[in-house]
């Protein structure tokens, strides 16, 4: 059973078809299996798959560049090509016989979309900051550039809004990113995101509220002062140096101050979070 395949040119460059690239045969061939010559037929169109890997392959983001050389060899020797056989059982010619016979090229391959996206619950919400989640169930094809969370306060937010992103390179997967800058006692709608090639991808929207301000009392406490069984009788949460200690809670009452015993510069910050 007779049999071929296509071979390159061997060119010094896959980038620029130069003259000296048709007179070299490369070894590569651009099929993965030998083209069986029985099955063709002798009208229409005889297709065959070329490699989607290699000096075959055609990139779906750049332009493919495409030459043909046909030789005649006056002396009828065909010329060398080491480790091959040749005769004049098959030939490849082409003719030009109306539109219905003019070559094709089809070039079949899966589009880049934007990436799947989903959006999940914000925590660690405080007053002016909190943290955003989402996951990248699908990249569509190609690894992501940018992913990030995006808030608003009138819903249905983009990446032309708050944001809050990373770049890199990437695949599937859950993230998450603070959310910085925010307003106490604020409505946010929030939606994660990724970005390729083909665009935006976001997830659906999720909502949350921030709480309200701090307020902070000072009492100082002064020389001469007796506080005899002082009790914290009710759960307070507390701030200290500036810092906020989240959810610290004095759950059981505690005896503070003592009889004969003097305070000097001593300030209590109570902190009502209301």
């Not at 999940?120 to 992913?147: L, M, P, W, Y």
């Not at 991808?201 to 069984?229: C, K, M, N, R, W």
């Amino acid at each position: 059973n007779p049999s071929f395949n296509l071979y390159s040119s061997n060119p010094a460059s896959n980038i620029e078809l130069e003259n000296g690239d048709y007179d070299s045969l490369g070894s590569d061939g651009f099929c993965d299996t030998t083209i069986d010559y029985n099955s063709f037929s002798v009208i229409g169109y005889n297709d065959f798959a070329l490699n989607s890997t290699g000096k075959a392959a055609i990139s779906k983001i750049s332009v493919s560049k495409f030459g043909l050389r046909i030789v005649n060899d006056a002396t009828d020797s065909p010329p060398g090509w080491s480790g091959e056989y040749y005769g004049d059982e098959f030939q490849v010619y082409q003719a030009e016989q109306g539109s219905g016979f003019k070559p094709k090229l089809v070039v079949t391959f899966t589009p880049v979309t934007a990436p799947t996206v989903t959006t999940q619950a914000v925590d660690d919400i405080d007053t002016e900051t909190a943290t955003g989640h989402g996951n990248i169930t699908d990249n569509g094809g190609e690894d992501c550039s940018k992913r990030g969370v995006c808030w608003n306060t009138t819903g249905n937010p983009t990446v032309a809004d708050s944001k809050s992103e990373e770049t890199d390179s990437f695949g599937v997967g859950a993230f998450t990113r603070p959310m910085t800058g925010l307003t106490p006692e604020q409505h946010y709608y929030v939606k994660a995101y990724a970005y390729n090639s083909a665009g935006d991808g976001y997830g659906g929207q999720v909502e949350f509220d921030t709480p309200p301000a701090y307020t902070v009392h000072e009492v100082e406490v002064s020389d001469g002062i007796a506080l005899t069984d002082t009790l914290v009788k009710t759960p307070m949460l507390f701030k200290s140096d500036g810092l906020a200690l989240s959810d610290v809670l004095v759950k059981t009452p505690i005896k503070t101050l003592v009889d004969g015993i003097a305070f000097k510069d001593i300030l209590v910050k109570l902190i009502d979070k209301r």
